[in-house]
């Protein structure tokens, strides 16, 4: 969950306006009582802001563990995506025939999975794409509502063909496929 870095002032207060017109009148009513009575013991139970505070701090604790788990949670996938990126990368590398065709066809999956890694990234953040993606995409003719599992899919499709191409048996190509299964799963 990605959260603003500055909130409005006039946000906050329009969330606490109730309860910040009952403190006012409260100090109000204090200052009233012992400026015109001459009232000096008003005084509030312990056991008042005791429960309060004791509820505003597990509150607190149980908000911070679960933004800390939510923290967490991304930075394990996140770890994941990068790991099986490379992965990818160096299983092309290594499980590939030597052939003069292998070094085009790992750099084309290497540009790829890099703008799969950016393209998950801006949607995962809502925004739109940088030129760099924009051309990348239109270059390639990846379209789709999920631009990310488009290029997933683009893959899916070039290693059908490289598999065909190359022969490769099927334990090599179960391998490739569960690396972007696994990438597939990261992202969600």
């Not at 400026?35 to 139970?45: A, E, G, M, V």
């Not at 379209?143 to 598999?163: E, M």
Request: proline residues 3%; aromatic residues 12%.
């Amino acid at each position: 969950m990605l959260l603003r870095n500055n909130i409005p002032i006039t946000y906050i207060f329009g969330k606490i306006k109730k309860e910040l017109l009952y403190v006012v009148l409260y100090s109000v009513g204090v200052v009233i009582l012992y400026q015109n009575f001459h009232i000096t013991r008003i005084s509030i139970p312990i056991a008042v802001p005791a429960l309060l505070g004791t509820i505003i701090s597990l509150l607190l604790a149980f908000r911070s563990n679960q933004a800390y788990d939510r923290w967490w949670e991304a930075r394990i996938l996140w770890g994941a995506i990068v790991n099986d990126s490379r992965t990818f990368i160096r299983q092309l590398i290594h499980l590939l025939p030597n052939d003069d065709r292998k070094a085009q066809y790992v750099k084309d999956f290497a540009i790829r999975q890099s703008m799969w890694c950016y393209a998950l990234g801006y949607r995962l953040r809502k925004e739109s794409f940088p030129s760099f993606l924009s051309a990348y995409l239109e270059r390639e003719n990846i379209t789709g509502d999920h631009l990310p599992n488009a290029l997933l899919s683009r893959h899916a499709a070039d290693l059908a063909a490289v598999s065909t191409e190359f022969e490769l048996n099927a334990n090599i190509q179960v391998q490739l496929e569960t690396t972007l299964q696994r990438l597939t799963d990261a992202m969600g």
